[in-house]
């Protein structure tokens, strides 16, 4: 049982928790501070990540790592071409009795790495968007509800695009945050090379359990935020939906589509998380701004005008920030 004398005692608890976890992970994935921070950031939100990167950027050593400092039951999928969606949600078979017996597939664990996602078709891919949404699993008509906490981090490879499925707007709404994974500077990297080229390699302790991060989740819920903060997310969102009442010059100009409700909701959920791992207990703007790239980048469509003159999303983004 989690007990504190007050919630300001707990949000207190949970500054240092987050600081043991970033120098605990910091110990086998090196250089990734910021990305670290990102997917903490969206699992304490109750959220999903979607990470963008070339191969050989230690993605599944992050995730497996996460996993061990937070004590949760971790899978990985790796997304084929003939991937099922039987394969991840698991299928009934038939036992010694002649009864039918459900064999869970591997989306029952507390964290997903869902690898390459893309390179599975839509109707496998909707399999694992369900569970992500709905928190279960539908099976020849009967509902298994998932373990919590429940955190899936998706791989897309950005370079090599051939024999993919892309995910529609649809399903990458239902992703909190877009984090872009890029290589390492040289220093990191030669750190990289030296500590995994040895013949040791560090062992993770654990720093949470499942039952400390669900508490820390109804907590973050309950920290109150300041109109003013939920007016600057609305607005910021707003910004991005070109020829509309609100929107910004350069939405008008580079992009095709903005951002839904489901990202003032995100910018709102996502400034709160930020603004309590990092000792505050309201959030303020600048927690809505921090938030703000891996909320909206793949929440925005560019237009031909956009690509034509190399601007990014993540550009449009700080424009109207």
Not at 92 to 116: C, M, Q, R, S, T
Not at 212 to 220: G, K, M, S
Not at 230 to 239: G, N, R, S
């Amino acid at each position: 049982m989690i007990e504190f004398k007050d919630s300001v005692e707990a949000a207190d608890s949970l500054k240092q928790k987050h600081q043991q976890l970033l120098s605990e992970i910091g110990k086998t994935v090196y250089g990734q501070q910021q990305i670290i921070e990102q997917v903490l950031t969206v699992i304490f939100s109750g959220g999903h990540c979607l990470l963008v990167g070339v191969p050989g950027l230690a993605k599944t050593l992050l995730v497996n790592t996460i996993a061990k400092a937070l004590d949760l039951k971790y899978k990985r999928i790796q997304f084929t071409p003939d991937l099922m969606p039987s394969d991840i949600t698991g299928s009934e078979i038939l036992d010694e009795n002649h009864n039918f017996k459900f064999i869970k597939g591997p989306v029952f664990a507390n964290i997903i790495l869902a690898d390459e996602i893309n390179r599975t078709p839509p109707k496998t891919q909707s399999a694992l968007l369900e569970a992500m949404q709905e928190h279960t699993v539908t099976v020849s008509g009967a509902n298994y509800a998932l373990e919590q906490p429940f955190f899936v981090l998706a791989t897309q490879n950005p370079v090599e695009q051939e024999g993919t499925y892309p995910l529609p707007e649809a399903q990458l709404d239902r992703f909190m945050f877009n984090v872009i994974l890029d290589y390492p500077n040289p220093d990191d990297e030669i750190t990289i090379v030296k500590n995994t080229t040895r013949d040791t390699s560090p062992q993770t302790s654990k720093i949470l359990s499942a039952e400390e991060i669900i508490y820390y989740r109804d907590l973050i819920k309950k920290a109150a935020v300041s109109d003013n903060v939920i007016k600057y997310a609305v607005m910021l969102a707003a910004q991005t939906r070109p020829k509309t009442k609100f929107a910004n010059a350069a939405a008008n100009k580079y992009l095709n589509w903005g951002a839904g409700p489901r990202a003032s909701q995100y910018l709102v959920a996502g400034a709160k998380t930020h603004a309590l791992l990092h000792g505050k207990y309201s959030p303020d703007i600048d927690d809505v701004k921090a938030v703000a790239l891996p909320v909206l980048r793949h929440r925005i469509v560019r237009n031909y005008q956009a690509e034509a003159e190399g601007i990014t999303e993540d550009d449009l983004i700080k424009m109207m920030l």
